[in-house]
Each structure stands twice: as structure tokens, then as C-alpha cells.
């Protein structure tokens, strides 16, 4: 059996979620991340004065790489916020507190736009500078794997918060 890189969310059997503290944890995590990557970042501008000629472009690509993976960790973040928002709504509802509900399904359709937004950023960070073929196939795979599926995700919030608003919704997914 293949080990589970997140547990099961069920909102209805549980009063704290395992999953949600995972989100919770690892987004604090990652924002660690992201501080200590910023700071090696500055060391790296830092050398850049510093390096060998023959360097500068191993030294150049290290910059942009980090430069990139920075926003990368933030969206992340962002979308781990998103599924703790989509949590709350659902837990808001459970308590019947429609009002504290429709905030947070808000507030998770925000991230998530967020999100969205941060990733396409990104891909375009990439783009700028994706002259390799090895760079091309990472940024077609980081747009199949991330850009694309953030933003059919926000379809889906986009619906679940119409729907809970009483105002129309999109198609409606068959599952096909």
C-alpha cells in the first residue's frame, strides 16, 4: 500500500484534523524556508563581485534558481492557507455559523486566486530565462503539474462558494 503523503480530511469525523495540522505545520515550515533561502540569497549577490569570470554563469544560474523556487514556496503557502480556509468553512458550518462560513470559503477563494496568480508569476519568472531544454521540460512540467491544475482547482472554490452564496455556479463537474 502506497504511504499517504497527507491523511484523509473528513470534517464530519473528526473535531481537529490531522491533515489541517499537517497544512498548518508545513506552511510554517516552508515560511522558514523561504527566510533562510532569501538569505542565502543576499550571500550569493554578495559574491557575485567576488567570483571568478569563468564562475559568473554557475553562480548567475544558482541566483535565478533560488530566485525562482522563492516564489514557488510562497504560492505553497498560499494554497496550504487555502485548504486550512476550506477546512474552517467547513468546521464554521458544522458549529451552524453560517456567517463565520461564508467569511472563510471567501477568504479560501481569495488564497486560492492567490495562489494562482503567484504561480503563473512564477512560471513567467522561469519563462524569461527557460533557453535550455532542460529548463523548457521543467517549466512545461512545473505548468502540467502546478499552474494548470491550481487553476482548474479554482473553478471548482469558485462553484462550492457560489453554490453556498445561493448565486448560480459553473458546469457542473461529472467526474468524467
Known amino acids: 500500500m502506497r504511504a499517504r503523503i497527507f491523511r484523509r480530511w473528513n470534517v464530519k469525523e473528526q473535531d481537529r484534523s490531522p491533515w489541517v495540522e499537517e497544512c498548518r505545520y508545513r506552511r510554517d515550515r516552508f515560511a522558514e524556508g523561504i527566510e533562510r533561502l532569501k538569505k542565502a540569497l543576499s550571500y550569493r549577490h554578495q559574491a557575485c563581485e567576488k567570483v571568478l569570470p569563468g564562475s559568473r554563469d554557475e553562480l548567475e544560474y544558482l541566483i535565478f534558481k533560488t530566485d525562482t523556487y522563492i ?10 492557507g487555502g485548504y486550512m480556509a476550506y477546512d474552517a468553512a467547513f468546521r464554521a458550518r458544522k458549529k451552524g455559523d453560517e456567517k463565520e462560513m461564508l467569511l472563510e470559503l471567501d477568504r479560501c477563494e481569495s488564497l486560492f486566486v492567490r495562489a494562482r496568480a503567484l504561480a503563473r508569476e512564477t512560471a513567467g519568472q522561469v519563462a524569461g530565462k527557460a533557453d535550455d531544454p532542460t529548463e523548457k ?9 502546478f499552474v494548470i491544475p491550481i487553476a482548474e482547482f479554482c473553478k471548482f472554490i469558485k462553484n462550492v462558494v457560489a453554490f453556498h452564496h445561493g448565486e448560480p455556479t459553473g458546469p457542473r463537474w461529472t467526474g468524467r
Open 137 to 145: 521540460y521543467i517549466l512545461f512540467r512545473y505548468n502540467v503539474r
Open 71 to 80: 516564489p514557488h514556496l510562497e504560492t505553497v503557502r498560499v494554497l496550504l
